[in-house]
């Protein structure tokens, strides 16, 4: 519903390409309408748009041999994981062959001396963290979903942990890539950092499967905290509780999640989890280290948020307080859907510089409760990042234009700020039209030429992060 | 002398480009052989190639204005900042106009809340750093050279804290970068994190002038840690030195500084700086936090320490003692060249993963003493990644290519292991011949792709990195 004004041609796939892969692939092929279906959409509130077919790969190799059959025919290949895309990103909006890369899920080494793992794209981060198990290690970046790790590479995922731990760009060492001419390469290397040369990795992370197709990485890992303990706590309005936020990172307090909830997202939670929490603009922390180090950040923060009208600061360093809490926060997005039976979300994500994150949540609420939306703000504060779910009702085409009215004016608002028009959910198609306004028509340009560059035919799920 | 084997063809400069220049610049231009010598070298052991021109620039639009003059006649341009590249980066080697950017040094904002600040590409580390102080804020990144921002961005540089505060690769929110046609544009913003398209502020990262030229970069900032406090601790040999550092990073100690010399470096150190320090391999820490957390860490460190035969492991808490200790790390360089009055260093940087970083550094180590050379190794261990200052007579054509044909093994040696060719110094001039066997031929030709999509004519630092 984000793009009614796009247009998208659906490329012709010949039936001679179809026979092909089924001579390749057999039974790992399918065309049904039920596996097209579920691969033609994702959790966005964007129309679904059905692949022609759908290879379940099982090795770079046949990544590559699929890539190259529909380079023969002109057919697009879009890349595919779990489908928890909250852009568009994998619909086959010009039709194609969908490469589904969920059976590519072996861990292949696990280095704990160097920190390391190396995986097959459609290992899950849940998955990943379970194989971990008994290592002391762990793979901190959490976007909610159990996403893929070559999904959420390709989308620059990020999540509650980012303000400790970075993002999937600081995460991923290197990436066996299969080209839009099929051919394999590897960037990086083990090595911790590299100064030999363009940072390809670094080009792929983010790209949303446009210019190649992420089969394998190597991301870092982290030594479990020794200690963990938790906190929330509300305050008065909006800027009290932002500005606890910024004294903490000023501070340097080395918080591993700040997450901001606003009262109708803790009201959601309260009604959905059981809690009973006070319905007013709310933190939620997590502290890492060592017990010692754990106990000094988390009165240091308490101290903070004293000075900000921070109430009713609860603790939680039992294990099963701390993942009900925990809990809570994750499964806010389901929790707000409730709020509105019946309801989708149009769920948008801008993040601004964190001084001005205060000003932007507050005029972005004034804007939702103008346009009488019920749309509960949450972010993961610590990077000035924040989502709006905008609820509704996906049948009414004038609310959802209004819905993406709001999301315009969000978004404008943000980048008015110097901040982004996504912090971690990526371009796809929802996001478009706001690139000119962000990057300007020259970087964009550059962007174009790297497209071309790379995919001369335009090939790799196209439509998507550049029109065309 | 490491490329005894180029050839490099000068681009004849027509002097209807040198009036233009002269009428655009009047006194910032200069052609005086003085000028052209000064920035025809770096601080490598290349030989000199001039430029036949030097703007000093003051502007991005000066930077634009000049590449657009270069281009219209077909000639190169060559940023540069200080000289202080260690691969012949700034070598002017197929000539071409030198665009000093070392005026263009102010600070054009800094941010406190959001620990960023915005500075013109020709501000330098040292000055960064003055212009912070009583923020509360500094800037970490430490090559040892007080290079301009814009040369570290352009070589992706890092130094001794990299293993707490990344390098800059993970410190660059943005830049302003003039293109190959002349065109300015801007990638990133001021928000922390971004998922809006193809990542262009890590591909100018790291590309050594060759993509495009940085005029302007957002850099983030760091709380000063309320306390600091250094250590160092001898070993009874290198293998129990690394062991020591794997387990500190994997205890998840965040260690601001581990530094690796070996006993030659000690030595040389010693006599250089009048310090007393065991002759053997030696790790220097340094720890960053609250008091509390800093105690903790180096009773940790110790602990370790002592577990691996680590000796004599001195405390530095007062100011002047830690600045006492670093201050002789910092001149180790220069400590070295002493080993063998008269000799210029050929300087080479590799990075391991930090499981063969024991096994790389004692192979190298033996290598060494047969080769008969006096060549220290100091490293950022912390990183995986070390420094081997060869020391070799600059008159002697078949002594610098035995200490070529060593370096050769060490970035071999480094490679089997899944390393890199250089961990920091960048690819310039000197590791060029190893980039085939690092990246392999694909990922070679997609950089050359987007070398050619960015920059048709090769005018932008042509020869560096890759060749041609």
Same mark, same amino acid.
């Given at each position: ?74 057919? @697009?290949? %879009? ?63 959490? @976007? ?91 305050? @008065? ?16 307090? @080395? ?7 606003d009262?109708f ?96 949540v507050s005029a972005t609420r004034a804007d939702i409760e103008a346009s009488g939306f019920t749309a509960p703000i ?10 709006v779910a905008i609820l ?10 209004r819905a993406?009215?709001l999301n315009?004016r969000l ?38 030429? %790297? ?18």
């Amino acid at each position: 519903m984000n793009v009614p004004h796009h247009e998208f041609a659906r490329v012709p796939v010949p039936e001679e390409l179809l026979s092909a892969l089924r001579a390749r692939f057999a039974g790992r092929f399918a065309t049904s309408e039920a596996v097209r279906a579920h691969h033609g959409k994702d959790e966005s509130a964007h129309p679904p748009a059905l692949p022609d077919g759908v290879v379940f790969a099982h090795s770079t190799e046949e990544v590559a041999d699929t890539v190259k059959l529909c380079r023969i025919h002109g057919v @697009p290949v %879009i890349a595919y994981g779990v489908g928890s895309s909250v852009e568009g990103q994998v619909l086959a909006v010009h039709g194609g062959i969908c490469l589904d890369l969920s059976q590519m899920n072996r861990v292949l080494a696990v280095n704990q001396a160097d920190l390391d793992a190396r995986v097959q794209a459609g290992v899950t981060r849940k998955q990943l963290n379970q194989e971990l198990h008994g290592t002391g290690l762990f793979f901190p970046i959490d @976007p909610g979903a159990d996403a893929t790790l070559g999904g959420m590479a390709a989308t620059r995922a990020s999540g509650t942990n980012a303000v400790r731990y970075g993002t999937m760009r600081e995460n991923v060492l290197g990436a066996t890539v299969v080209l839009a001419d099929g051919r394999v390469i590897k960037t990086g290397t083990r090595a911790r950092k590299s100064s030999a040369g363009y940072d390809l990795t670094r080009l792929f992370v983010g790209s949303e499967g446009t210019l190649g197709i992420i089969t394998e990485l190597t991301v870092r890992l982290y030594p479990l905290p020794e200690a963990v303990s938790s906190a929330v706590c509300a305050f @008065p309005d909006m800027d009290e509780a932002v500005a606890a936020v910024i004294e903490t990172i000023q501070l340097g307090v @080395p918080v591993a999640r700040i997450e901001l909830l606003d009262r109708f997202a803790i009201a959601a939670v309260n009604r959905h989890s059981k809690t009973s929490l006070k319905e007013a603009p709310t933190l939620f922390f997590e502290f890492h280290g060592s017990p010692a180090s754990v106990e000094e950040q988390a009165r240091l923060v308490q101290d903070i948020a004293g000075g900000h009208g921070g109430m009713e600061f609860q603790w939680a360093t039992r294990p099963e307080d701390r993942s009900r809490l925990w809990q809570a926060r994750h499964d806010a997005y389901f929790a707000c859907l409730q709020l509105r039976p019946g309801s989708r979300s149009l769920t948008t994500d801008v993040c601004v510089p964190i001084s001005r994150l205060a000003e932007c949540v507050s005029a972005t609420r004034a804007d939702i409760e103008a346009s009488g939306f019920t749309a509960p703000i949450l972010g993961h504060v610590g990077d000035g990042n924040f989502h709006v779910a905008i609820l509704v009702n996906p049948e009414d085409a004038a609310e959802l234009e209004r819905a993406h009215e709001l999301n315009r004016r969000l978004v404008r608002r943000a980048l008015d700020m110097e901040g982004t028009c996504t912090g971690e959910h990526g371009v796809g198609l929802g996001k478009q039209e706001f690139l000119p306004t962000e990057h300007g028509e020259g970087a964009l340009d550059v962007m174009r030429a %790297i497209k071309h560059a790379l995919d001369p035919d335009n090939l790799l799920n196209p439509g998507k992060i550049l029109p065309g």
